[in-house]
């Protein structure tokens, strides 16, 4: 079965930089999760869209910005990066039930 | 805030042995959904949980919504040296997002 597809799965930026990943959601998932995992954290949730819309919104910095396109990928963008940026970025996708599944996971560094 | 804590937060066992671990909250949620994570990898599904008082099993991994929706427990019987990672748990109340468990690492030695 078709899984979250993320891209790229690993980033090395340097400071000020910015950064794009990208998510593809399962066929057919029409609501898209971003969370963001620190070193030994648990996952914390960023933003969601559903229907390329945004449909909630939780501690995801000024400096971040999401979207939804028509085709329902999602793009997590991230302008002046910071060291404490680094982490595992994941993107979820549901449909219909409360269920989210997740991608694999892109690392971005930041040095 | 809503909250979610799991315990124990890590746990090393032997090879055969059984262990439960517990998700607890003063919220309710709608639902409640288990996750193993592999280290750099996404979490996982394992199990979602919806009725309150409700008990699924997945071969050894058994898993139990609370009757009033709060808490959740997983008991995996005879564990291997493969069921080591983290595990969590994640409940949704509202809005979809979701809300993580604090985690819990296990550790199966052979």
């Known amino acids: 079965a078709a899984g979250v597809i993320q891209s790229p799965r690993h980033l090395i930026k340097e400071k000020r930089e910015t950064a794009t990943l990208k998510c593809y959601p399962i066929p057919r998932h029409d609501t898209v999760y971003w969370y963001q995992q620190g070193p030994g954290q648990d996952p914390q949730f960023l933003i969601s869209f559903y229907e390329k819309m945004q449909s909630d919104k939780g501690s995801i910095p000024d400096r971040f910005s999401a979207q939804q396109f028509s085709d329902y990928h999602s793009e997590l963008n991230m302008s002046s990066l910071e060291l404490g940026d680094s982490a595992l970025y994941f993107c979820a996708s549901s449909f219909l039930t409360d269920t989210q599944y997740f991608g694999p996971g892109t690392r971005l560094t930041v040095l | ?110």
Do not use: M
């Not at chain 2, 066992?13 to 909250?25: A, D, F, K, R």
């Not at chain 2, 750099?40 to 199990?47: A, M, Q, S």
């Not at chain 2, 997945?58 to 009757?67: H, I």
């Not at chain 2, 109340?93 to 690492?105: A, E, H, L, M, P």
């Open chain 2, 1 to 110: 805030t809503q909250l979610l804590e799991q315990s124990p937060q890590f746990l090393s066992i032997q090879e055969g042995e059984n262990l439960t671990v517990y998700c607890n909250s003063s919220s309710v949620f709608s639902s409640l959904q288990w996750y193993r994570q592999e280290p750099g990898e996404g979490p996982v599904l394992l199990v979602t949980v919806v009725t309150g008082g409700e008990v699924k099993k997945l071969k050894r991994l058994t898993f139990q919504f609370g009757d009033a929706r709060k808490d959740s427990s997983l008991h995996i019987t005879a564990a291997q040296p493969g069921d080591t990672g983290l595990y969590l748990c994640a409940g949704v109340s509202g809005t979809y997002k979701y809300i993580f468990g604090t985690g819990t690492r296990l550790k199966v030695l052979a």
